[in-house]
């Protein structure tokens, strides 16, 4: 007894790759070939080319959330241009913008890359109902 025909392609390794550079998700790959994420799962099964696409091209995007989230826990600064009208006339101004640490940014950083050190412990809500994090530093 046969199933229904793959409506898989050859082209969409390359289609896919391009998508997950961008961070694409299971879902948007789903959405763009008009099938169902078990449809995606099956074919990374089923067509090796398929798989490694993915897996490449999600891991380099990962990477480059991963450099971001960094700078941002940490705090940063960049060059830009301020550009404004004054008296009519369009005045472009070099300036550096400071981005400050984030705090979430740091305890994302540490919850993941250090968590033998670092987990948030869930303590009882307050009286209305937002959930407290507690951090605690596991000393050893």
Known sequence: ???????????????????CEMGATDQDLADAF??????INRWKVEHE???????????GYDDKVERALALRAVGYSHPD???RVIDGKIVQT???KHYPPD??????WLYNRRSD???PVPKEGD???DTIIEVRRVRR
């Open 94 to 96: 070099e300036i550096t």
């Open 81 to 83: 241009t301020d550009i």
């Open 49 to 59: 080319a398929f798989c490694q696409a993915l897996r490449a091209n999600k891991a």
């Open 34 to 39: 008009e099938v169902s994420t078990r449809t």
């Open 103 to 108: 705090t979430k940014a740091a305890l994302a």
């Open 127 to 129: 009286p209305d109902g």
């Open 1 to 19: 007894m046969a199933g229904r025909p793959t409506a898989y392609k050859s082209e969409y390794a390359k289609i896919a790759a391009k998508m």
């Open 117 to 119: 050190q670092w987990s």
